[in-house]
């Protein structure tokens, strides 16, 4: 009887450990295939003809853009349904200009732990 219990309990220990080495394979992969479709996304929108200068929020679902699109610059509002031109722009009428290194660049280099950093200078202490 005693000894029933304790192969029983064993056999639930190892269960147990299964289950974890299951459960971090798959954190594991997921991992893996979240990096590797970020950096498949970012390899296809770099080196295009169609690049985000500047963005600047109107409202919450209203934008409006600065566009390099070939070797032109517009300016077009972006809302819920449409999309508008607003204007053409020259080089020359744009006050700041991204270098290549820039635009190149993802927003999202940041790291999480950076991030957090940010939000706990902001959130005042008791």
Known sequence: MILLDISSGWESFFQLIGVLLIFIFVLLITYVVTKWIA????????NKNIQ??????????????????????LAISICKDTINVLTELTEEQLTWMPSMEERTRSNTSESFQEILNNLKKKIPRK
């Open 52 to 73: 985000v200068i500047e963005t600047f929020r109107v409202n919450n679902n209203k934008f409006i853009q600065i566009v390099q699109i070939g070797k032109k610059y």
């Open 39 to 46: 950096g498949y996304q970012q390899g296809i929108m770099t």
